[in-house]
């Protein structure tokens, strides 16, 4: 029977030659993952069942960085209780702040080179499905899952139907992997890919750069999809050839392709060309708009940054779009590279220095804002342009403050002008 | 397995956010977590729930968020079932871990009212409105979903398997 991407990964951690859409299957997994907030609970689970150890030390990651540095005492029990656990059971990728592997779990899993096509990860973050840009199965689970998993490296999984996304054409110049994935979303709806794997194919995914398929990926879940899948290319094997060049000499990776028959429940052709500078208005990633049209809203903050835009090369666009301007005064404008790696990277090329001339604050890698945790939390009234993934009531703060949602060169735009509006208009 | 009670009514995509808002994250408590279970969405929620009350919502019930702590705060609750037209995965994954008895049925989410009483059979999926005398069949839960719940969980169910 043919089957898509995400159906060969599947079947093939099941030691099955083949699954369908709808069966049930206990897979063995490469990477199982939890942040400061999923894992704690996690380990309490894991102690119930007694187990003295974890699976395999290097395939059980513990990242913190929800409420990083840690914001308040509670937030500080939390991350001491996974440190104490990392540190008796000598997980191998647990990092402290400010160490050059350390950052937001979905920016540096792929960066630090952990990830590699084929592979199939689980992680207590809903934003886990990432890691489906560099030909990977990957999604969010719960606490209880984690610990299992981090008890037996296997897990149960609902083989997915799946959607095809058929990308043709170019991007227009500004528009990025977070403006397709926003008009993909406003496209089918939040529950549009409801249990579902999302597989993009076509000519046009040349055109996306890694950076912008992480970001794709990383908002299937917005969709509601169980994953989202890029085919491994040219510009996959040059990513990985830098994250992990010694895997990748090896070849110890493997690439999966879709079969040309393979069934989909829907396919839906989009051209790039036609992609428009997208916003998610207030309370969901669904409620899109043409940026242009929403100029008339004004603003209070932007943050650019989070496990969807906190990459080099949104550091980077942010800068481009930043030079030989000022953030309004009105706005304040908070840039959170997504680990120390592009911390360090905007660093050295001097592009922190520009930021600071605009008036931007540059915080350390954390999560913070994006779920109303710390860094930027919003009060009553206020509207953010943000470059993270949802805008649902009270997500970033106060239930009467507002989230809007947009790829980074609107957001940078925005903070300059003081309202929405695109690089056009500077 | 039955259970009734007051229905609570919600709409569609309930997320994660509003069952349990991230600033009250820092603890897993569930005891801590019932006190702010719907709190941006409905505040009095918590001091009106009685044990045994059933929610009732639209589609895409929890979507959003990994965070176990949303079906743990609504089972802290007290609230014995929730209905749905249908759940986001994560969610439904979550629920049946922690042992929050969630059904789909999208035609008892159409008619069932804010404050009617029902009745659901988690066997044979049959949930009945008190109220207005109308009964609805929602999928029963699967075989394997059974098996875990049996188990008291996904923790039972490991621990079972990893005795073999």
Same mark, same amino acid.
């Given at each position: ?45 894991? %102690? ?15 990242? *913190?960085?929800?409420?990083? +540095? ?6 500080? %029990? ?11 059971? *000598? ?16 920016? &540096?899993? +792929?960066?630090?080179? &952990? ?69 993909? &979303? ?79 429940? *829907? ?77 360090? *990277? ?22 913070? +804002? ?29 239930? %009467?403050?507002?989230? &809007? ?22 | ?19 349990? $808002? ?7 408590? $569930? ?11 409905? !505040? ?6 009685? $044990? ?53 049925? $999208? ?55 990893? !005795?073999?």
């Amino acid at each position: 029977m043919p089957m898509t991407m995400t159906q060969k990964i599947l079947a093939d951690h099941a030691g099955l030659d083949s699954v369908a859409p709808g069966d049930l299957i206990e897979a063995k997994l490469d990477y199982v993952l939890g942040n400061d907030v999923t894992t704690p609970p996690a380990i309490k689970v894991f %102690e119930k069942l007694g187990v003295k150890d974890v699976f395999d030390k290097d395939r059980v990651l513990m990242i *913190q960085d929800h409420f990083t +540095p840690n914001k308040d005492i509670k937030s500080a %029990e939390l991350n001491k209780t996974m440190r104490c656990f990392a540190r008796e059971h *000598q997980i191998t990728h647990y990092y402290e702040l400010g160490r050059k592997e350390m950052g937001i779990e979905h920016v &540096i899993l +792929p960066d630090n080179g &952990i990830v590699l096509p084929g592979d199939l990860v689980i992680g207590a973050d809903s934003h886990t499905c990432t890691y489906g840009a560099l030909g990977s199965f990957s999604t969010g689970v719960g606490s209880t899952d984690l610990a299992c998993a981090m008890a037996r490296g296997v897990t149960w999984f609902k083989v997915p139907d799946a959607i095809k996304i058929n990308l043709t054409g170019h991007l227009n110049k500004f528009v990025t992997g977070k403006d397709l994935i926003l008009y993909i &979303i406003g496209k089918i709806g939040v529950d549009g890919a409801l249990y579902k794997s999302l597989e993009f194919a076509g000519e046009g995914i040349k055109s996306l750069s890694m950076d912008g398929r992480l970001t794709v990926c990383n908002m299937a879940i917005e969709c509601g999809a169980k994953n989202g899948i890029f085919p491994v290319d040219e510009i996959t094997l040059q990513y990985i050839s830098k994250t992990n060049p010694e895997r990748f000499s090896a070849k110890d990776f493997k690439v999966y392709t879709a079969d040309e028959d393979a069934e989909y429940s *829907q396919v839906i052709d989009i051209d790039l060309a036609d992609v428009p500078l997208t916003v998610a208005l207030p309370h969901l990633p669904s409620n899109t708009r043409n940026a242009s049209d929403c100029t008339d809203m004004k603003i209070d903050q932007v943050v650019i940054g989070s496990c969807t835009n906190g990459r080099l090369e949104d550091i980077a666009t942010a800068v481009d779009i930043f030079k030989g301007h000022k953030v309004n005064e009105n706005v304040r404008c908070i840039v959170i590279p997504g680990s120390q790696k592009v911390y360090r *990277q905007a660093l050295d090329n001097g592009w922190l220095q520009i930021l600071d001339d605009a008036g931007c604050v540059i915080s350390t890698p954390t999560c913070g +804002p994006c779920l109303g945790g710390h860094m930027g939390v919003l009060a009553k009234g206020e509207r953010c342009v943000s470059t993270t993934n949802r805008n649902f009531v009270g997500r970033m703060g106060d239930v %009467e403050s507002e989230v &809007i949602l947009s790829g980074v060169p609107v957001a940078a735009s925005s903070a300059i002008l003081g309202r929405v509006g695109t690089p056009d208009e500077l | 397995m039955k259970v009734s009670g007051n229905v609570f009514k919600f709409g569609d995509n309930i997320d994660t956010d509003v069952i349990i $808002p991230a600033r009250y994250l820092t603890s897993a408590d $569930p005891d801590h977590l019932r006190q702010h279970c719907m709190e941006d969405i409905d !505040k009095s929620f918590k001091d009106r729930v009685k $044990p045994g009350d059933i929610i009732v919502a639209g589609k895409n019930f929890g979507c959003g968020s990994s965070r176990e702590h949303a079906p743990v705060a609504i089972k802290a609750s007290g609230v014995s079932l929730v209905i749905a037209s249908d759940f986001a995965r994560i969610f439904y994954r979550n629920s049946i871990n922690v042992g929050l008895p969630i059904l789909e049925c $999208p035609e008892a989410c159409g008619k069932i009212s804010e404050g009617d009483v029902i009745e659901a059979d988690f066997d044979t999926g049959v949930i009945t409105d008190k109220t207005t005398g109308e009964s609805f069949q929602a999928n029963a839960f699967p075989e394997f979903i059974k098996k875990i719940m049996a188990s008291g969980g996904l923790v039972g169910y490991t621990e079972s398997e990893l !005795k073999d």
